[in-house]
């Protein structure tokens, strides 16, 4: 292989890695009210499904809102009492408040279940007709 193709393979593999890095870095974004989680919207014939990374956050810390064409997820993620007076390390998921709001798409909808588990919060959004 000639000097300037492994350089820019090279060169090629650094973006990558970077740009790796970057998307790693922003799974959890920071926002004004402390910390955006991420969510997957998904749709099917009667209802919006919305699924939110909370790991760590407890059912009766989170708050919905749905009205205006968005749904506004709120609450707060706190660290467990044992080790608030552990020294860090390193701390990459992030603590304290947290909100997402998710445009919805056209239509109305009704708050018809939710539900907290293994770290995943789970939104269903009925059909009004």
């Known amino acids: 292989?000639?000097?300037?193709?492994?350089?820019?393979?090279?060169?090629?593999?650094?973006?990558?890695?970077s740009r790796a890095e970057q998307l790693r870095r922003g799974f959890f974004q920071p926002a004004a009210a402390g910390w955006e989680p991420?969510?997957?919207?998904?749709?099917?014939?009667?209802?919006?499904?919305i699924v939110v990374a909370l790991?760590?956050?407890?059912?009766?810390?989170?708050?919905?809102?749905?009205?205006?064409?968005?749904?506004?997820?709120?609450?707060?993620?706190?660290?467990?009492?044992?080790l608030r007076h552990a020294r860090v390390h390193r701390m990459e998921?992030?603590?304290?408040?947290?909100?997402?709001?998710?445009?919805?798409?056209p239509g109305t909808f009704e708050l018809s279940r939710r539900e907290l588990a293994d770290g995943c919060l789970t939104i269903v959004l009925r059909k009004v007709a």
């Open 55 to 82: 790991p760590g956050v407890t059912a009766g810390d989170v708050e919905l809102v749905v009205g205006g064409g968005e749904i506004a997820i709120q609450g707060l993620r706190r660290l467990p009492p044992a």
């Open 93 to 105: 998921l992030p603590q304290g408040r947290f909100e997402r709001r998710v445009t919805l798409p």
């Open 38 to 49: 991420p969510v997957d919207l998904l749709e099917t014939e009667g209802a919006l499904v």
């Open 1 to 17: 292989m000639s000097r300037p193709t492994a350089h820019l393979m090279w060169a090629d593999a650094l973006a990558l890695m």
